[in-house]
């Protein structure tokens, strides 16, 4: 065997070991963002699943407040309209561009507004902070709200690492070459550093 024939076979061995390497590191690195989709999706869910339960637990708020005399209708028609608005705003785990998931916090946002302000009108009604089930909702309401925060802090965590391997070079050639784009984060709006006052234990 002369030296062109051994030359040749070793250039062509680091050729396949080269592509060989790039190959791998491409697998391992579509992986990763895959699985870190998986993980966002996830957390998307239970974003959902806690915005889901306080739509839930308006229904029963509304009948609550409708069984008290002279309430303010359109403090309670702002609710009821706020809801139906949100609980119509559906986004897949699959369409989290930051412009959507604008969207999507506005109609929630525009909900807890509402909610809050049904909670100062309350305050007017001792009647009402008085019933048992009136009790019940406020504490279920303080909860969701706990939990909202929760579940919106740890999506925006998992939002930061998927995002975080799309864009480091050069994972940002193999995100761009599968499909993998970047989602948007919930935004911190004014006032967000408290969940939303449900108490009634005091004026606001």
């Known amino acids: 065997m002369n030296k062109t024939v051994v030359t040749l076979l070793i250039v062509l061995g680091v050729i396949v070991f080269f592509f060989g390497v790039l190959f791998f590191w491409g697998v391992g690195a579509r992986n990763s963002m895959a699985t870190s989709s ?14 889901q339960r306080r ?19 359109s403090t309670l028609t702002a609710v009821i309209e706020a809801r139906a608005s949100a609980t119509q ?14 969207k999507y916090q506005a109609a929630q946002s525009s909900l807890g507004g509402a909610l809050s302000r049904l909670m100062v009108v309350a305050e007017n ?28 802090d740890n999506f925006n965590s998992a939002v930061q690492t998927y995002n975080t391997l799309l864009v480091t070079f050069p994972n ?6 599968s499909g993998f784009t970047q989602k948007g984060f919930f935004q911190a709006e004014a006032g967000s550093e408290k969940a939303p006052e449900v108490n009634f234990d005091e004026k606001k």
């Open 89 to 102: 705003m559906k986004l897949d785990a699959k369409d989290l561009s930051p412009e959507n998931m604008q």
């Open 125 to 152: 009604y001792p009647q009402l902070k008085a019933t048992e089930n009136f009790s019940e909702l406020q504490a279920q309401l303080e909860g969701t709200e706990n939990r909202i925060k929760e579940e919106r």
């Open 172 to 177: 940002s050639l193999i995100a761009s070459f």
């Open 55 to 73: 739509s839930d637990l308006i229904p029963n708020l509304v009948k609550t407040v409708q069984g008290v005399a002279n309430f303010e209708k």
């Open 38 to 51: 998986v993980e966002l999706d996830a957390k998307w869910a239970n974003v959902q699943s806690a915005y």
